[in-house]
T-cell receptor
Framework: KQEVTQIPAALSVPEGENLVLNCSFT??????LQWFRQDPGKGLTSLLL?????REQTSGRLNASLDKSSGRSTLYIAASQPGDSATYLC???????????FGTGTRLTIIP | DAGVTQSPTHLIKTRGQQVTLRCSPK?????VSWYQQALGQGPQFIFQ???????QRGNFPDRFSGHQFPNYSSELNVNALLLGDSALYLC?????????????FGPGTRLTVL
């Protein structure tokens, strides 16, 4: 059974700092991995999707990496801004079906 | 493109009642998945519909049922509501014709069971 872990559960950093969020998964047989952002009480916004054959994806100030062999992914946020404050969730999808397994998220607070 | 839409936004029910939640997928998408997100937790997969049939199901009791219509929209029904059913219910849509079947999520329906 796939298990996804995100540590830390919460993180506070001053504005302008670069930061890294971590995601680990127990079963390396994944089809892809997605990073999502969730604002309080809202739905999920997809940030980056990495296919199992890829090592990283970039979008603006965000960079996500994937190491399947070690069961890890990181989300790097450069030059953090107060608007980046949200909960960040990672989810993995196995081969052969579309069920996403989510971690419990990291609640990020950027201090102005 | 309106993206994935869900209705209602909020809902309050009492124990034992039944509830129906609705989802319209993103334009061009043919597959709808439903997730339950309890407070402070990650979303949990309930089930997925494609071609008007349930294709996959997570670890949820039969009280949770669904339907997909010919226009690809979907409903989630929950019978005999329990306090523990209080959660944010998320709908996600995708296309089996797309390269990665990336799932796009709606804003969710907040269900409170009293």
């Amino acid at each position: 059974k796939q298990e996804v872990t995100q540590i830390p559960a919460a993180l506070s950093v001053p504005e302008g700092e670069n930061l890294v969020l971590n995601c680990s998964f127990t079963d390396s047989a994944i089809y892809n991995l997605q990073w999502f952002r969730q604002d309080p009480g809202k739905g999920l916004t997809s940030l980056l999707l990495i296919q199992s054959s890829q090592r990283e994806q970039t979008s603006g100030r965000l960079n996500a990496s994937l190491d399947k062999s070690s069961g890890r992914s990181t989300l790097y946020i450069a030059a953090s801004q107060p608007g980046d404050s949200a909960t960040y969730l990672c989810a993995v999808r196995p081969f052969g079906n579309e069920k996403l397994t989510f971690g419990t998220g990291t609640r990020l607070t950027i201090i102005p | 493109d309106a993206g994935v839409t869900q209705s209602p936004t909020h809902l309050i029910k009492t124990r034992g009642q039944q509830v129906t939640l609705r989802c319209s997928p993103k334009s061009g998408h043919d597959t709808v998945s439903w997730y339950q997100q309890a407070l402070g937790q990650g979303p949990q997969f309930i089930f997925q519909y494609y071609e008007e049939e349930e294709r996959q199901r997570g670890n949820f009791p039969d009280r949770f049922s669904g339907h997909q219509f010919p226009n690809y929209s979907s409903e989630l029904n929950v019978n005999a509501l329990l306090l523990g059913d209080s959660a944010l219910y998320l709908c996600a849509s995708s296309s089996r014709q797309g390269p990665y079947n990336e799932q796009f999520f709606g804003p969710g329906t907040r269900l409170t069971v009293l």
